[in-house]
Each structure stands twice: as structure tokens, then as C-alpha cells.
T-cell receptor
């Protein structure tokens, strides 16, 4: 596609439920990133995928968070047993292997009630 | 560890005027990239301008330019002829050559008044 697509745009969930957030990167982009933006904060790195290499999961805040990238394209970020502190905007970005610039999606606003 | 600091939580400027947003960073590495991103209410992070640390010449993109002071670890953004559409959050970010993570500052909210 022309840009990075994220769905859903907004998600309200009850505390304790699991949620899945989807990211569809730009076609041909080998690198994919997930960031979290809490209210009034900058962006916090969560996880990074590069081609077929093992993902860099060093930013995941707890084992309730996981992500996968199927076929080197679409990625899903899963949060299990959501907590209120998980409420944030989750942004996905992708990057071509030949450029150092990142293209971001419009994010998913997650609200845990 | 690398850090990025934006000391101005909010700024305002009148339309057609010039405004400068500050950013300082800390890293012991000598090779890195610096970025300014704009985040309007749509939430999408839009790349405004970028700079490679080895380039001494300041990057310029139309009305946007940077003042890159490597020794001082400063990377300020100047917006000339401000427009109402420039109203947004602006984030400064750092990426080291040998990693693939962007490290962001906490942002500056810019309001352009008519």
C-alpha cells in the first residue's frame, strides 16, 4: 500500500481482556517497529523486526506483550490480560532496507477500562 | 545510554513569523542520525527533516531548517513563515548507526495563531 496501515484506529477493552493490534507496513519494507506513546510522553520502543532475523524484543514492558510478523509483512501486537497502564497509542513504523527514514502509521489508541 | 531532551513543552507563534524548537541529546557515539517528526491530531508521525551526524552542513527542507551543533549535542528546528497547518506536536529523535531504534524526546506542542 501507499502507507503504513494500522487497525483498529481505536480500541476500548475491559481490564483483563486480551487485545490484538494490527500493522500493515509499506510493501517491500523489510524493517517493522512498534512504539508506544503514553499520554504526554514521547515514543517508547517496544519491538523491532528485520527481515528473517530474530526480532529485537528488548523494549517489551512485560511478558504480557508479544508480537509476530507473518511472511515478512503484516505484524500483530498482542497484549494479554490488559491493565489500565496499557492505555496508550500504539504506533507502527516500517523502513526500507536502503533508506534510514521511517514511515509511521496513524496508530491505535487503546483504552483499558 | 542515549537520551533526547526537549525542554520546551509548549510554544506558540503568530502566522508568518519564525519559531525555533530546541533539542539536545546525549550519546557517546560519533555516528548517528537525527530527526524531527511532526505529529498532528491525526496521530501519524510525519518526517519533517533529518540530518546525518557526519554532515556538517545543516539540513533544509523548504521552510524547515536545523541548526546542528555536534559538539554541543544540539539539534534545533527552525520553522520560517509559520503556517496554521504547522500546529502539531514536534518530536526530536536520535538513531545510532549501529542500532535500529529511534530514541524520542518528549515533544514540543506548537500552536500557530492567525
Amino acid at each position: 500500500g501507499a502507507g503504513v496501515s494500522q487497525s483498529p484506529s481505536n480500541k476500548v477493552t475491559e481490564k483483563g481482556k486480551d487485545v490484538e493490534l494490527r500493522c500493515d507496513p509499506i510493501s517491500g519494507h523489510t524493517a517493522l517497529y512498534w512504539y508506544r506513546q503514553s499520554l504526554g510522553q514521547g515514543l517508547e520502543f517496544l519491538i523491532y523486526f528485520q527481515g528473517n532475523s530474530a526480532p529485537d524484543k528488548s523494549g517489551l514492558p512485560s511478558d504480557r506483550f508479544s508480537a509476530e510478523r507473518t511472511g515478512g509483512s503484516v505484524s500483530t501486537l498482542t497484549i494479554q490480560r490488559t491493565q489500565q497502564e496499557d492505555s496508550a497509542v500504539y504506533l507502527c513504523a516500517s523502513r526500507s532496507g536502503t533508506d534510514y527514514g521511517y514511515t509511521f502509521g496513524s496508530g491505535t489508541r487503546l483504552t483499558v477500562v | 545510554a542515549q537520551t533526547v531532551t526537549q525542554s520546551q513543552p509548549e510554544m506558540s507563534v503568530q502566522e508568518a513569523e519564525t519559531v525555533t524548537l530546541s533539542c539536545t541529546y546525549d550519546t557517546s557515539e560519533s555516528n548517528y542520525y537525527l530527526f524531527w517528526y511532526k505529529q498532528p491530531p491525526s496521530r501519524q508521525m510525519i518526517l519533517v527533516i533529518r540530518q546525518e551526524a557526519y554532515k556538517q552542513q545543516n539540513a533544509t527542507e523548504n521552510r524547515f531548517s536545523v541548526n546542528f551543533q555536534k559538539a554541543a549535542k544540539s539539534f534545533s528546528l527552525k520553522i520560517s513563515d509559520s503556517q496554521l497547518g504547522d500546529t502539531a506536536m514536534y518530536f526530536c529523535a536520535l538513531r545510532l548507526y549501529n542500532t535500529d531504534k529511534l530514541i524520542f524526546g518528549t515533544g514540543t506542542r506548537l500552536q500557530v495563531f492567525p
